[in-house]
T-cell receptor
Framework: GAVVSQHPSRVICKSGTSVKIECRSL??????MFWYRQFPKKSLMLMAT?????????EQGVEKDKFLINHASLTLSTLTVTSAHPEDSSFYIC???????????FGPGTRLTVT | AQTVTQSQPEMSVQEAETVTLSCTYD???????LFWYKQPPSRQMILVIR??????QNATENRFSVNFQKAAKSFSLKISDSQLGDTAMYFC????????????????FGDGTTLTVKP
């Protein structure tokens, strides 16, 4: 199956700093990428949908100025958590899909800890 | 909007036995896909099985099979000969079929069922 990578797998940052998470589709062109947040023992919460070359669509309640998403190419999307605070600590998962596809392919996730 | 309901937050099963996880969904769409994903402690989401709504035959993948009841909007997962490695959180998901770029692949997930396989 298709492979999606995420980098970094773990990151610790200080409160007030920004951190960028990369999501790459390694062997296919991803017209659409999704960013999720997951709390322990909970379901995936969709944060935003990004389509290559256009602005991301954010879900209700997600601050677009805090969670900046860029999908500049068909193989790369980035999530930047700006001015991170301890409450932003979470597990972030990206997935990728393409038009006409009938599934999405998940990255391994990034554990963010804000101290 | 679609909703997916998993009514069993936690389940356990003895090794080598069979367990069924339930999932119901609500949609007005006619062309869609249903999925079961496994999330082990590593937290990597793994596709277990996929069902196309237009197919009446239930999907199977080795020890994993589904009971897809389209009229009842039910999609349960049966795990036969349970193994310790099956211990994980399982998510049921719905995806509307789309040939257009925006939102292609967008899915709705249930709350998950934590399955523990006991030795």
């Amino acid at each position: 199956g298709a492979v999606v990578s995420q980098h970094p797998s773990r990151v610790i940052c200080k409160s007030g700093t920004s951190v960028k998470i990369e999501c790459r589709s390694l062997d296919f062109q991803a017209t659409t990428m999704f960013w999720y947040r997951q709390f322990p023992k909970k379901s995936l919460m969709l944060m935003a949908t990004s389509n290559e070359g256009s602005k991301a669509t954010y879900e209700q309640g997600v601050e677009k100025d805090k969670f900046l998403i860029n999908h500049a190419s068909l193989t790369l999307s980035t999530l930047t958590v700006t001015s991170a605070h301890p409450e932003d600590s979470s597990f972030y998962i990206c997935s990728a899909s393409s038009a006409g596809a009938y599934e999405q392919y998940f990255g391994p996730g990034t554990r963010l800890t804000v101290t | 909007a679609q909703t997916v309901t998993q009514s069993q937050p936690e389940m356990s099963v003895q090794e080598a036995e069979t367990v069924t996880l339930s999932c119901t969904y609500d949609t007005s769409e006619n062309n869609y896909y249903l999925f079961w994903y496994k999330q082990p402690p590593s937290r990597q989401m793994i596709l277990v099985i996929r069902q196309e709504a237009y197919k009446q035959q239930n999907a199977t993948e080795n020890r994993f099979s589904v009971n897809f009841q389209k009229a009842a909007k039910s999609f349960s997962l049966k795990i036969s000969d349970s193994q310790l490695g099956d211990t994980a959180m399982y998510f049921c998901a719905f995806m509307k079929h789309s040939n257009s770029v925006p939102n292609a692949g967008k899915s709705t997930f249930g709350d998950g069922t934590t399955l523990t396989v006991k030795p």
